[in-house]
């Protein structure tokens, strides 16, 4: 049987090379499921630059070559569109990317729980970062009580421009799902971004219309999920859209966000640009707009400490960046002599 890929995104815009060209659906333990045009297969990495800078992920396009010995290797990971990333949350000063080639970041929250808006704004800079589009898909409307008109009024007020999409998936009545079928046209790869227990994994088999991932129930207490899935797969719906699920994220670290921060931001950038100082921490200082505004009652204080506090992060992260560089180029000179 031939695949063919253009059903799984490729594009013959894209730069290609010698080798059997495929898509990475799965990543597990070292070892890589690739869609090719020959059919899906699993395959190893030894390519030194995709187990250093590149190393492979879910969604990224990658060319093949057969090892006598070994089968078929990675020998190259081609240059991605986009990535979505976060800072590892093991490692202070390094980037994770969660998956390559992305048209559209779905953030992805339960209604049988609260949303922190520091939470969404952290999403919203990741799915912004990458430059995908991005909605809010709020899940579980189906159960009673469900505080559907206070979750999207705070989405409207952090991102007002950002489309929110409402779903309830109890048994047959599977309100809104067709919204969010309709994000995922032919071709197009989505992404699921949320905490474990939102819904993701219960969305996915909806849109395919089969059990293909296993879910999990959420504890009553607190309205915590387990971790269900366990590692990002793409799959390929009836209509030719292309989804990818990811294990819940607890640790929403930024990184190198410095536009998608702007864009969360923005008003409080703009105000930010007529303090007095460049270099104003919206706090004590004089002729503060920030401070002015919110003494003023026209922004909120905690929004404020929010936008400081990832403003902190991204430049620890740079200054933590340029030391990891510094010590590495010594640690090369040292070897030279």
């Given at each position: 049987m031939t695949i063919d890929l253009s059903a799984y995104g490729w594009s013959d815009a894209l730069p290609g090379g010698d080798g059997l060209l495929g898509r990475i659906v799965k990543v597990d333990r070292g070892e890589c499921d690739v869609v090719t045009a020959n059919g899906r297969v699993r395959v190893l990495s030894d390519s030194q630059r995709a187990q250093d800078q590149m190393a492979p992920v879910t969604g990224d396009w990658v060319l093949l070559h057969d090892e006598p010995e070994l089968g078929l290797l990675i020998s190259s990971v081609l240059p991605r569109s986009n990535s979505v990333s976060r800072r590892d949350p093991s490692e202070q000063v390094v980037e994770q990317v969660l998956v390559a080639n992305v048209d559209v970041v779905l953030i992805v929250h339960g209604l049988d729980r609260p949303l922190p808006p520091g939470r969404l704004e952290r999403f919203l800079v990741v799915g912004w970062d990458s430059g995908a589009e991005v909605a809010v898909v709020l899940t579980k409307a189906d159960k009673k009580g469900a505080p559907v008109d206070d979750?999207?009024?705070?989405?409207?007020?952090?991102?007002?421009?950002?489309?929110?999409?409402?779903?309830?998936?109890?048994?047959?009545?599977?309100?809104?799902?067709?919204?969010?079928?309709?994000?995922?046209?032919?071709?197009?790869?989505?992404?699921?971004?949320?905490?474990?227990?939102?819904?993701?994994?219960?969305?996915?088999?909806?849109?395919?219309?089969?059990?293909?991932?296993?879910?999990?129930?959420?504890?009553?207490?607190d309205s915590k999920g387990r971790h269900t899935t366990v590692s990002r797969e793409l799959v390929r719906l009836a209509n030719g859209g292309l989804l990818v699920d990811t294990p819940g994220i607890r640790s929403v670290g930024i990184w190198d966000?410095?536009?998608?921060?702007?864009?969360?931001?923005?008003?409080?950038?703009?105000?930010?640009?007529?303090?007095?100082?460049?270099?104003?921490?919206?706090?004590?200082?004089?002729?503060?707009?920030?401070?002015?505004?919110?003494?003023?009652?026209?922004?909120?204080?905690?929004?404020?400490?929010?936008?400081?506090?990832?403003?902190?992060?991204?430049?620890?992260?740079?200054?933590?960046?340029?030391?990891?560089?510094?010590r590495g180029h010594g640690e090369k000179r040292g070897r030279r002599r």
């Amino acid at each position: 049987m031939t695949i063919d890929l253009s059903a799984y995104g490729w594009s013959d815009a894209l730069p290609g090379g010698d080798g059997l060209l495929g898509r990475i659906v799965k990543v597990d333990r070292g070892e890589c499921d690739v869609v090719t045009a020959n059919g899906r297969v699993r395959v190893l990495s030894d390519s030194q630059r995709a187990q250093d800078q590149m190393a492979p992920v879910t969604g990224d396009w990658v060319l093949l070559h057969d090892e006598p010995e070994l089968g078929l290797l990675i020998s190259s990971v081609l240059p991605r569109s986009n990535s979505v990333s976060r800072r590892d949350p093991s490692e202070q000063v390094v980037e994770q990317v969660l998956v390559a080639n992305v048209d559209v970041v779905l953030i992805v929250h339960g209604l049988d729980r609260p949303l922190p808006p520091g939470r969404l704004e952290r999403f919203l800079v990741v799915g912004w970062d990458s430059g995908a589009e991005v909605a809010v898909v709020l899940t579980k409307a189906d159960k009673k009580g469900a505080p559907v008109d206070d979750v999207t009024a705070t989405v409207g007020a952090v991102a007002p421009d950002v489309p929110v999409l409402v779903v309830g998936l109890a048994g047959r009545a599977q309100e809104g799902l067709e919204h969010v079928a309709a994000m995922v046209g032919p071709g197009r790869t989505v992404v699921l971004l949320g905490e474990s227990g939102s819904g993701k994994s219960t969305l996915v088999n909806a849109l395919l219309g089969e059990e293909h991932l296993e879910t999990g129930e959420v504890r009553s207490v607190d309205s915590k999920g387990r971790h269900t899935t366990v590692s990002r797969e793409l799959v390929r719906l009836a209509n030719g859209g292309l989804l990818v699920d990811t294990p819940g994220i607890r640790s929403v670290g930024i990184w190198d966000s410095e536009e998608a921060l702007e864009r969360v931001f923005g008003d409080l950038e703009a105000l930010s640009a007529t303090c007095r100082y460049s270099d104003c921490v919206h706090g004590p200082e004089p002729d503060c707009a920030v401070s002015a505004a919110v003494a003023n009652g026209q922004v909120d204080r905690r929004r404020v400490d929010r936008y400081v506090a990832l403003n902190v992060e991204l430049e620890e992260q740079r200054q933590r960046e340029k030391e990891r560089e510094r010590r590495g180029h010594g640690e090369k000179r040292g070897r030279r002599r």
